[in-house]
């Protein structure tokens, strides 16, 4: 692939932001590359340079005729429509799932919000003695919907990890 054509592609996903390898596993070769989203779409038009990249991708492994899975960290969510997702019915042995993970501006409102709520614990038991009652209270107070979407947030982290693991040593 030439310069000319990676410039040409990177202004097809958001940031600019081309396929790059990230990761090589040393014993089975699966390669993991990052990007971001495409401007198009399943509903979108398609869009030829990023195809022929990821082909380019496709191919450079040690088996060309290997599944390619398309990892996205995003929830599933139809009111996108299909936008920012590449249509499988033009990238040959690829398979498309969801993670469910949400955006990194989500995740870090979520951990302020818990930070906050250890502040407010410590503050709230500060002169308390340390013994099996105040200890109980402090999980009762820390039991908040904040610390159980960050609970689920990283649940949904170790999931994705997992399954990238998985894949990487197939």
């Not at 500060?126 to 820390?142: H, S, W």
Request: proline share 4%; hydrophobic share 35%; glycine share 6%.
């Amino acid at each position: 692939i030439t310069d000319e054509q990676l410039l040409n592609a990177k202004n097809l996903r958001n940031e600019d932001r081309i396929p790059i390898l990230s990761f090589l596993h040393p014993e089975t070769f699966a390669a993991i590359c990052r990007s971001s989203q495409l401007f198009v779409g399943f509903h979108g038009p398609r869009n030829s340079m990023d195809e022929y990249l990821f082909n380019c991708i496709q191919r450079g492994g040690l088996n060309p005729n290997a599944s390619v899975y398309i990892l996205d960290c995003r929830p599933q969510n139809p009111s996108r429509g299909g936008r920012g997702c590449e249509n499988l019915k033009y990238y040959s042995n690829c398979e498309y799932e969801y993670l469910g993970i949400q955006s990194i501006k989500k995740m870090r409102t979520k951990i302020q919000a818990v930070w906050e709520l250890v502040r407010e614990c410590q503050a709230m038991f500060a002169g308390y003695t340390r013994n099996e009652q105040t200890t109980v209270a402090i999980i009762d107070a820390l039991r908040d919907n904040r610390t159980l979407e960050w609970v689920t947030y990283i649940q949904k982290i170790i999931r994705g990890s997992r399954r990238v693991l998985q894949l990487v040593q197939q």
